[in-house]
C-alpha cells in the first residue's frame, strides 16, 4: 500500500539523485582531465594524484556554492510557486522542501571542501619536498625553475628552508583558503540544531559569515598557485620528447626552457548569478522594511503567547502563509519567520507569537506580553513585515480531503486554514473541492486551548447552521494534566459541551493512536487523494510519514496519503 506515496516521494529521490549525480559527473569528469592533460603533465610530477583530487573536489565546491543560495531565495520560490508549471501537484511539493535542500547542498560543500583542503595539504608538501636536496631528477629541476631570467616557476615554494604555512598565508590563495575554511565551520557548527534551539540569535548572525565566504571564495583562484604550461609552450615544447631531456632544456633548440601560468580563477563566474539574484532578494526586503506597517490591535493570551493584528498596503495573503517579522527596536539585523493566523477574508492580517528565544521574549516584552499592562498603539514599537511566502499548507484546497495535525504553537498555520473555511462556507456561491476537513491538535497545556477553542466554536456554529456538520471533524489531545485537573473535569462534567474547550467535540486525554485514526480515514473515503499536513516535531513528522506510507494503496484507483510539512 505504497505505491502513489513513492511516486509523490520519488521526485524528491530524482532531485537528490540528479543532484548527486551531477557532482560525480564533475568530479570524476574533472579528475580524470587533470589526471591526462597534458599542459598540467609537469605539475603531476611534482604533485601526482592530489593535483586532480584537488582540482575536482574545487569544481565540485563551486557547483555546490552556485546552487546553496537558490533555495533561500524566498521571492524567487514564491514567484516559480505561481507559476503554471508548479500550480499543483508534485512539482509544487518539491518547492516546500526548499531548506532541506540546502542543508543537503551544505553537506556537498563541507565534504568537497575537506577534499580540497586534504589535497592542497598533500600538494604543499610535495611542492616543499622537491626543493629538498633529496629530490632528484626532473623533479628537482622542475622544482629550480624560475630561478634564471626568463624563466617562470612551477614550485610556488621557492626554498627548501621555507615555513610553508608561513609562506602559504602570504599569498592570496593560502589567506582566502583560511578565511573561507574558518567562515565555512563557523557557519556548519552554529546550524546544528542544539544550536538553533539554544540561540536561535547566535544562528542568525554566524549564517551571515556567509557573505565573507563568498567574497573570500570569489577571490580566492585570483593566488594561482596551481600553474600549469601555456599554450604557446606547448606547441614549442614536446613533453613526450622532452621530458626525458631536462638537462638540455638550456641548450636544445627543440627543447626550450617550458613557461607555465597560473589557471585563470573561474570561482566568480559560478557564483556570480545567485549572488546577484540573493541580493535583489534583500534589496526587495530592504523596500519592504521601509513600508509602514499599522498595528491594530494587540491581545495577550495565556501560555505566553501574543497576538498582533496589522495593516499594511498592498498586501494580499493566501491561507497557511507565513511572513518575515523585524522588529528595530530590538534588532536591526534579525527576521524572524511567523504563520500568518488570519483569512484572506479579512481587512487585517495577524500573528501569533509564543515567547521561545531571546528574540521572542523581548518583543512580548516590549509588547507589555509578559504579566504587564499592553501599550496603547501610538507606544508600541515598530514593526517591519516581509512577504507573505507560500508554504505547503497553500495546497490544501487542491484536494478533497485532508488531515490537518498540529502540536502545541504549530496549530498556528491551521487557524488561518479554518478562517478561510468559516468564510468561504459563509458565501453560498463558493464552490470547494475539498470536502472534508480531520483536524488534530495535541497540546500539553489546557490554556493553550482557549484562545484557538473560539475559533473552532464559531466555525462549528456556522457549519451547523449551513447543515455541514460533517464537514470538519476535530480531534483535541491533552497530553499534560495535573490531579487538581482530573478533579475539576470530573467535578463539572457535562454531556453536552467540553468541560476545558466548552466545544461539543470532547477532549482526548494522551496521545492519538495513529494506525487506528489513519486506518479510519483511508477505510471512509476509499478512492480519494488525501493531502496530509502537519507542523511540529521531527520525530512525530516521521511517524505520520511512515503512516502516509503504510495506508496509501498500490492501486491507482485506491486511497493515496500525500505528505506535507510545513518548514520555513
Known amino acids: 500500500m505504497m505505491g502513489c506515496w513513492i511516486l509523490n516521494e520519488g521526485l524528491s529521490t530524482i532531485l537528490v539523485l540528479s543532484w548527486l549525480g551531477i557532482n560525480f559527473y564533475l568530479f570524476i569528469d574533472t579528475f580524470y582531465w587533470y589526471e591526462e592533460e597534458e599542459s598540467f603533465h609537469y605539475t603531476r610530477v611534482i604533485l601526482g594524484s592530489t593535483l586532480a583530487w584537488a582540482r575536482a573536489s574545487a569544481l565540485c565546491l563551486n557547483f555546490n556554492c552556485m546552487l546553496i543560495l537558490i533555495p533561500v531565495s524566498r521571492n524567487l520560490i514564491s514567484f516559480i510557486r505561481g507559476t503554471s508549471i508548479c500550480c499543483r501537484g508534485p512539482w509544487r511539493r518539491q518547492l516546500d522542501k526548499n531548506l532541506r535542500f540546502h542543508k543537503l547542498v551544505a553537506y556537498g560543500i563541507a565534504v568537497n571542501a575537506t577534499i580540497h583542503i586534504v589535497a592542497h595539504f598533500f600538494n604543499l608538501e610535495r611542492y616543499h619536498w622537491s626543493q629538498s636536496e633529496q629530490a632528484q631528477g626532473l623533479l628537482a629541476a622542475l622544482s629550480k625553475l624560475g630561478n634564471t631570467p626568463n624563466e617562470s616557476y612551477l614550485n610556488p615554494v621557492r626554498t627548501f628552508p621555507t615555513n ?12 582566502t583558503g583560511l578565511v573561507i ?8 557548527t552554529s546550524s546544528t540544531e542544539f544550536i538553533r534551539q539554544a540561540s536561535y540569535e547566535l544562528f542568525w548572525y554566524t549564517h551571515h559569515v556567509f557573505i565573507v565566504f563568498f567574497l573570500s571564495l570569489a577571490i580566492h583562484g585570483t593566488g594561482r598557485i596551481v600553474r600549469g604550461q601555456t599554450q604557446d609552450s606547448l606547441s614549442l615544447h614536446n613533453i613526450t620528447f622532452c621530458r626525458d631531456r631536462y638537462a638540455e632544456w638550456q641548450t636544445v633548440a627543440h627543447c626550450p626552457v617550458p613557461q607555465f601560468s597560473g589557471k585563470e580563477p573561474s570561482a566568480w563566474k559560478w557564483i556570480l548569478g545567485p549572488v546577484v539574484l540573493y541580493a535583489c532578494e534583500r534589496i ?35 491561507p497557511g502563509q507565513y511572513i518575515l517579522v523585524q522588529c528595530p527596536a530590538i534588532s536591526s539585523l534579525e527576521w524572524h519567520p511567523f504563520t500568518l493566523t488570519s483569512a484572506p477574508q479579512e481587512d487585517f492580517f495577524s500573528v501569533h507569537i509564543r515567547a521561545a528565544g531571546d528574540w521572542t521574549a523581548a518583543l512580548l516584552e516590549a509588547f507589555g506580553a509578559e504579566g504587564q499592562a499592553l501599550q496603547e498603539p501610538w507606544s508600541l514599537p515598530r514593526l517591519a513585515v516581509d512577504g507573505p511566502f507560500g508554504t505547503a499548507l497553500t495546497d490544501v484546497f487542491h484536494y478533497p480531503v485532508c488531515v490537518c495535525i498540529a502540536t502545541g504553537i504549530g496549530v498556528t498555520p491551521f487557524a488561518a486554514l479554518l478562517k478561510s ?7 453560498a456561491q463558493t464552490p470547494l473541492k475539498l470536502s472534508k476537513v480531520y483536524f488534530y491538535w495535541i497540546c500539553r497545556d489546557a490554556r493553550a486551548f482557549e484562545w484557538f477553542a473560539d475559533l473552532l466554536l464559531s466555525l462549528e456554529t456556522r457549519l451547523s447552521e ?17 490531579e487538581n485537573q482530573a478533579v475539576h ?12 474547550t466548552g466545544l461539543k467535540q470532547k477532549t482526548f486525554y494522551g496521545r492519538p493512536n495513529w494506525n487506528n485514526e489513519f486506518k479510519q480515514i483511508a477505510y471512509n473515503h476509499p478512492s480519494s487523494s488525501i493531502g496530509v499536513f502537519f507542523c511540529g516535531p521531527k520525530a512525530l513528522s516521521r511517524t505520520l510519514q511512515k503512516m502516509c506510507r503504510l495506508y496509501s494503496s498500490a492501486d491507482p484507483r485506491g486511497v493515496h496519503f500525500y505528505y506535507n510539512r510545513e518548514s520555513f
Open 164 to 175: 610553508t604555512t608561513t609562506e602559504l598565508l602570504r599569498t592570496i590563495a593560502g589567506f
Open 181 to 188: 575554511s574558518l567562515a565555512l565551520v563557523l557557519i556548519m
Open 284 to 318: 526587495i526586503r530592504f523596500w519592504r522594511f521601509q513600508q509602514e506597517v499599522v498595528i491594530t490591535k494587540v491581545v495577550s493570551h495565556p501560555s505566553g503567547v501574543l497576538e498582533l493584528h496589522m495593516k499594511k498596503r498592498g498586501f494580499k495573503m493566501a
Open 421 to 427: 473555511i468559516w468564510y468561504k462556507c459563509s458565501e
Open 466 to 482: 449551513k447543515g455541514k456538520t460533517h464537514f470538519l471533524s476535530y480531534h483535541i489531545f491533552l497530553t499534560g494534566w495535573d
Open 489 to 500: 473535569i470530573a467535578l463539572h462534567w457535562d454531556e453536552n459541551t467540553d468541560v476545558i
